[in-house]
């Protein structure tokens, strides 16, 4: 032996990651202008559907939510309570499943 090793690397045989079992995007731009009424979503907020695999084109001004969060009471612009607590847990909105905004929602409703 030489003192170097040699490292194989295999290739899984099933699906890795969560992702592979996203379903796809089937909204429409009507359906997506209809989002925007029924939540009060301002003109200024840009929104868009993604393309298939595609992630965000800016990480920096590009935000993801999933759309039961809405339908659970976030609203945009973000309310003041939700913009200091993100702050202060150091996270961005999209980081967060609709279980997170479930508490985050309630906790704000139930203790002010």
Known sequence: MTGRQQVSIAKPTGLVFGVDF???????????????AMYNIPNSVVIRIPRPLESLR?????????????????RLPLRHSVQKILAQIGYAPGYFNPNFWITLLGTITAFG
Do not use: D
């Open 22 to 36: 996203l379903e796809l995007n089937i909204l429409t731009q009507a359906e997506l202008a209809k989002i925007r």
């Open 58 to 74: 800016s990480p920096e001004c590009e935000v993801v939510f999933f759309i039961n969060v809405f339908k659970l009471g976030l």
